[in-house]
């Protein structure tokens, strides 16, 4: 089973909607989670990080389910520009490692 | 602006051909990681460094050397290129501590082997 697993979607939404997707880690070890974005053909860049109460950064929320050992990125309001690759990071609290899930693409459509 | 260059954007090898893969930061991070990127594999780690003249194996050492002679530099090394070895190469570093998650990356080398 791989240590972090995302939907891979894609997820096509038009402008204006809310969009919103999971992601799965199998460590209950992990210790800090985190959302990157990766543009087509660039490389990923940090997007946010999640924290436990849960987080807000303009249109984009994230949440931490450490029962159910998930996180989620919700976008309100999608722009084209939210178009994109998204790639969940978690961190083992024992050995550091950071570890990407394959991404969970988002095509916003006019 | 911080800034993690690599040496080369598209690279065409043939097997069995020796491929140097440079990178280098401009924020004197201690860790500097090597990862390959394939589709629906994500991005997988090959070598990480946390200090000069270190380093350590990731996930998918087999077949690919490291130097850290600088703290600024990072090279990957693939002693004798394979057609598996095709892929989008990505070098990144971050601060050593706190981890904060946040790992500053290059544009990424793009390695055809034929």
Aim: with cysteine; proline share 3%; hydrophobic share 30%.
């Amino acid at each position: 089973r791989k240590e972090v697993e995302q939907d891979p979607g894609p997820f096509n939404v038009p402008e204006g909607a809310t969009v919103a997707f999971n992601c799965t880690y199998s460590n209950s070890a992990s210790q800090s989670f985190f959302w990157y974005r990766q543009d087509c053909r660039k490389e990923p860049k940090l997007l946010m990080s999640v924290y436990s109460s849960g987080n807000e950064d303009g249109r984009f929320t994230a949440q931490l389910n450490r029962a159910s050992q998930y996180i989620s990125l919700l976008i309100r309001d999608s722009k084209l520009s939210d178009s994109a690759t998204y790639l969940c990071v978690v961190i083992r609290s024992n050995d550091y490692k950071l570890s990407f899930g394959a991404g969970t693409t988002v095509t916003v459509r006019a | 602006d911080v800034k993690v260059t690599q040496s080369s954007r598209y690279l065409v090898k043939r097997t069995g051909e020796k491929v140097f893969l440079e990178c280098v930061q401009d924020m004197d991070h201690e860790n500097m990681f090597w990862y390959r990127q394939d589709p629906g594999l994500g991005l997988r780690l090959i070598y990480f460094s946390y200090d000069v003249k270190m380093k350590e194996k990731g996930d998918i050492p087999e077949g690919y050397s490291v130097s850290r002679e600088k703290k600024e530099r990072f090279s990957l090394i693939l002693e004798s290129a394979s057609t598996n070895q095709t892929s989008m190469y990505l070098c990144a570093s971050s601060r050593r501590r706190p981890l904060t998650g946040e790992l500053f990356f290059g544009e990424g080398s793009r390695l055809t082997v034929l």
